[in-house]
């Protein structure tokens, strides 16, 4: 048996692929990796509803004082509370904030971020929205090592999810989520192979 792989997980919302990793850590399907803490910078976070139903602490860390960007006393917070627990990976899991220097030093190569396309296309806010609005036929899902380029580290892996005719916004978006849970877990499960 590996040495657990420690992983922290950081959201803004709902927290549905927080859920499909805690579920996969339930199943035996997370390799050696350990979830030990979720965070969130919204105090009502569905996330945070998470921790107790599968036994992990979970907290709201006050990201103040900016709105998009962790930066300054909120860094710093963050900074000590995930050092606390130790960790061996970061995971962004709907983490609505541009992280700065001081962040990515503090856990440097440790960060992951799963968004929704196939970067680098449609990197930013919305961008299941960009991507239908741009009439592709093929979008899907990435996870990457996060660093100062906003979606721009080194991508780890990608699922694909076309656009069929019959599909609404609402469709591809639901798509794309479940290809989200289902790619992100396999990917933390392969990294604590490492
Ligand atoms: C996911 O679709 C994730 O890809 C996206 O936020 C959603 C979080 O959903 N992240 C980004 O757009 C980051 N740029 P969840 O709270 O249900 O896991």
Not at 3 to 15: K, Y
Not at 66 to 71: A, G, Q, R, S, V
């Amino acid at each position: 048996m590996l040495t657990p792989m420690r992983v922290v997980i950081l959201g803004s919302g709902r927290g549905s692929n927080a859920g499909a990793l805690l579920r996969a850590q339930a199943e035996g399907r997370l390799g050696s990796a350990k979830i030990v803490q979720l965070f969130a910078d919204v105090p009502d976070a569905g996330i945070l509803a998470l921790g107790p139903r599968f036994g992990v602490p979970a907290e709201f860390v006050d990201p103040a004082p900016f709105k998009t960007k962790l930066e300054g006393a909120g860094e710093e917070r963050y900074i000590a509370a995930i050092n606390a627990c130790a960790p061996d990976l970061v995971v962004l899991a709907g983490f609505m904030r541009v992280l700065k220097p001081g962040f990515l030093h503090a856990f440097a190569g440790k960060i992951i971020n799963l968004h929704p396309s196939l970067l680098p296309s449609f990197p930013g806010l919305d961008a299941i929205g960009q991507a239908w609005r741009r009439g592709v036929k093929v979008t899907g899902c990435t996870v990457h090592y996060v660093t100062t380029e906003v979606d721009g580290g080194p991508i780890l892996d990608q699922a694909a999810v076309r656009v069929e005719p019959a599909d609404t916004l609402e469709t591809l978006a639901a798509k794309i989520h479940a290809a989200e849970h289902a790619l992100l877990p396999a990917v933390v499960a392969r990294l604590s192979a490492r």
